[in-house]
């Protein structure tokens, strides 16, 4: 069984994935012939399709497992993209159907500049969503959109409002019993597991499919890989810290401090202090000090030798004396 963190990243990344296979399906639909390759991108795209039914809104819902708390803010991140993603749709369709100057469109747009609210934090992405919606619950908004001719945006109206809740619920979710945690574990770990196959499948197929097309397996991102995480993200703060002391023991027994003694404390005894380590020459200046005593014994030898031969001089230089007087 797959832990809740792999398993959500691999779903995660089954849904980047397909994405990734349309695009590149539709940049290899406007080359000239390559009908097998287009075939198997096709295979590639609707296998993996197939194996993503039924997932709907999971990463979203199990967001509410513990385990899965530091991903929240790094999945709100991603709906931030889809909230605006929703956005520009609702916006294409009121110009579609109501016109480039309809007077809706100003009202709920603006001078709305929404490429940079995709990077935008947390606080200042959450100001524009409640005054979006403010907008869209006005009196007048709502007259307008009631009209005939803007009934086919109502599913793009929809899809709004409900990507707005989404992300809201991404990073304050509700919590759960632990029968819904069990059964939330157990949905996830299935969808991972179904999902396993049609993820090798796919890759193959479209790295087989955009092969005679230079770098564009490269550049549709087909090439990257599944994020391989830490299961540490998951594990409590306290876990961590009881482990990296356990090893800090364990490397290092004699730096422990002496156990605390009450029945010392009590009759004025102080608990006995660890030896102190004697000092250790350093390694230079050793060899500087074994240096300079073979000079010094280099230098010696010729003064002791001077001082050895003396007395033999002074016996010969003696005998050479008397020889003379006689």
Request: aromatic share 4%.
């Amino acid at each position: 069984m797959n832990s809740p963190l792999e398993a959500f990243d691999t779903v995660a990344f089954s849904e980047a994935l397909l994405g990734r296979l349309h695009a590149a399906k539709a940049e290899l639909s406007r080359k000239q012939g390559l009908k097998d390759e287009k075939s198997w991108l096709a295979t590639a795209v609707d296998r993996l399709a197939a194996a993503r039914e039924g997932v709907g809104d999971l990463l979203t819902r199990v967001l509410k497992l513990d385990e899965l708390a530091p991903l929240r803010e790094e999945h709100a991140r991603t709906l931030q993209h889809s909230v605006i993603d929703a956005v520009e749709r609702l916006q294409a369709g009121i110009t579609f159907h109501g016109g480039s100057r309809a007077p809706v469109l100003e009202t709920l747009y603006g001078k709305l500049k929404l490429p940079p609210l995709r990077r935008a934090e947390r606080e200042d992405f959450e100001r524009f969503c409640a005054d979006f919606e403010k907008r869209l619950n006005g009196s007048y908004v709502k007259r307008m959109l009631a009209d005939e001719a803007f009934a086919p945006i109502a599913p793009a109206l929809a899809e709004v409002r409900k990507a707005f809740s989404t992300w809201r619920s991404a990073l304050s979710p509700e919590p759960v019993s632990e029968a819904e945690a069990k059964a939330l574990r157990s949905e996830l770990d299935a969808a991972a597991r179904k999902l396993e196959l049609p993820l090798r499948q796919a890759r193959l197929l479209a790295e087989a499919a955009c092969a005679p097309v230079k770098d564009l397996y490269e550049s549709s991102g087909l090439a990257a890989k599944p994020k391989k995480r830490s299961v540490r993200l998951a594990r409590p703060l306290e876990e961590d810290v009881a482990e990296a002391e356990a090893a800090a023991d364990a490397l290092e027994p004699q730096a422990k401090p002496p156990r605390h003694n009450p029945e010392a404390d009590e009759v004025g005894e102080a608990p006995p202090l660890p030896a102190a380590p004697a000092p250790q020459e350093p390694l230079g200046a050793k060899q500087a000090r074994r240096k300079g005593e073979a000079r010094e014994s280099e230098e010696a030898l010729p003064q002791q030798a001077a001082q050895s031969s003396r007395p033999r001089r002074a016996r010969r230089n003696a005998k050479a004396q008397s020889a003379t007087v006689e």
